[in-house]
């Protein structure tokens, strides 16, 4: 079997009939089903394939996780005091390039990775995924300011790898880049918004081994030098739209065309996937238009055109909603922001929509302002996302987060920040878990359905 994991040998019988071999079929498939579960069982985060996984940076496949998980209503108010600096990048008035990670106290950014290979022979790297940045890049052997635990990549060891110049188009595509002669290395800066975060690169290309896919000559910054607690240990895996982005290198291979489904922040020991182009999509997935906002051109920018609570309509100030490309307003889908965000009207309204479905005290914990006694969980409001083709009834465990220190469940959605240009909403990713979020950019469409991703 050409690219298969396991073989089987199996003894062919002379003029074997087909009554027997038809007998024989379900006992093989049986005996496949067995083996792959049995074998697929030690390893809870395979990648093959353009399909492989993805699970939370805490979690048990993630060298970032810590010895025994953390409550989950803590690591996520951890991970959300970095959504407001994180808004204040994407939504600022520049090209989004290398946004700010939210994240916990181990490394400080990123909520989901994924599992590549750098080089030839490959080198294995555990990169944030983040569909609101352009840029790919990886710390290099001889990073100053690098942690130490983190795991470096060595060009030295790498038959594949070449170091760009700054005459390479590659280049051109680079913000910030600080080159002193044409034919001299691309080297570039680049900065994390309000953190006091950066980091110094050259600009090289190298094979990305993705599951079973190798992508020759692929460009990406091999970091040198940090300053900060922001940059992702082990680098960053941009899907934004941008030129230098995995989903624009890759155009000619995945067709721009790719989708995640997200684990669950419960789901310490599970992962979700990641499946790059066009081909094992599901079908039938209802959709709703991909917008294109020239000023900030990396974000993946829908149609929000209402809100419900218990399928009666959330009333909001005209234009609440609006795709505005000069405003930057509108709404727009990210998987490293970690609460949904309304513009202040519509969470006002959404909040107290939400209230007046609920019998008992309400009070705040954290980021979170809609909190009330757990065993009113049964009775919660069902929250509807309306967009444009599309109604997304969010599942309760998308709309509620617990703690398990009290009795308390809380509406996990806030209002934008007050210090950022608060004209965006933003879907987030913990409303997202355990959907299959499609982003078809040559047709201009998202979709959106339900899945068990863990």
């Not at 199996?10 to 379900?26: D, F, G, L, V």
């Not at 600009?203 to 190798?214: A, I, K, M």
């Not at 009207?345 to 005290?361: F, H, M």
């Not at 509807?384 to 509620?400: A, I, K, Q, S």
Request: glycine letters at 8%; one cysteine or more; charged letters at 10%.
């Amino acid at each position: 079997m050409v690219g298969g994991n396991y073989l089987i040998g199996i003894r062919k019988e002379a003029q074997s009939s087909p009554a027997k071999m038809a007998s024989a079929a379900p006992l093989l498939f049986l005996f496949l089903f067995v083996v792959s579960a049995t074998v697929n069982a030690f390893d809870p985060c395979p990648s093959d394939g353009s399909d492989f996984s993805v699970f939370p940076i805490y979690g048990k496949c993630s060298p970032f996780a810590a010895p025994s998980p953390a409550p989950v209503l803590d690591t996520v108010l951890a991970m959300a005091k970095k959504d407001p600096a994180r808004l204040a990048y994407l939504l600022s008035n520049k090209v989004a390039s290398v946004p700010i990670g939210p994240g916990q106290q181990i490394i400080q950014t990123g909520s989901y990775v994924v599992r590549v290979k750098v080089g030839t022979p490959g080198q294995q790297m555990y990169m944030v995924m983040d569909t609101g940045s352009d840029s790919v890049f990886v710390p290099c052997t001889g990073c100053a300011g690098c942690d130490p635990k983190t795991t470096l990549f060595s060009p030295q060891q790498s038959a594949s790898f070449l170091g760009l110049a700054c005459s390479a188009p590659q280049c051109a595509q680079v913000r910030r880049q600080a080159c002193t002669a044409v034919d001299g290395p691309c080297v570039f800066n680049q900065s994390y918004g309000g953190t006091g975060s950066s980091f110094s690169a050259n600009l090289v290309q190298d094979s990305l081994s993705l599951g079973r896919d190798v992508v020759p000559d692929f460009a990406f910054g091999c970091v040198e030098s940090v300053s900060g607690g922001s940059v992702p240990p082990q680098g960053l895996l941009g899907l934004g739209r941008g030129p230098a982005s995995l989903v624009s290198q890759t155009a000619s291979l995945y067709k721009s065309t790719f989708s995640y489904c997200l684990p669950s922040f419960k789901s310490y020991y599970f992962s979700g996937s990641l499946k790059l182009g066009p081909v094992g999509q599901p079908r039938g997935m209802r959709t709703t238009p991909l917008l294109q906002n020239p000023h900030r051109s990396s974000l993946y920018y829908v149609n929000l055109t209402g809100i419900s609570v218990n399928k009666k309509p959330v009333a909001v100030p005209p234009g609440s909603f609006a795709f505005d490309p000069a405003t930057g307003a509108g709404t727009i889908i990210d998987s490293g922001t970690v609460i949904t965000r309304f513009v202040t009207p519509v969470y006002a309204a959404l909040r107290d929509a939400y209230k007046s479905g609920l019998n008992g005290t309400i009070s705040s914990l954290g980021a979170f302002d809609t909190c009330f006694d757990s065993e009113l969980n049964r009775a919660a409001p069902t929250v509807t996302l309306h967009f444009e083709g599309m109604d997304l009834v969010l599942p309760m465990e998308n709309t509620l987060i617990h703690s398990s220190a009290t009795s308390l469940a809380c509406l996990a959605m806030a209002p934008a920040p007050s210090n950022v240009n608060s004209v965006v909403n933003v879907i987030a990713n913990l409303q997202q878990q355990n959907l299959r979020i499609l982003f078809d950019i040559p047709n201009s469409r998202v979709g959106i359905s339900r899945e068990l991703c863990n």
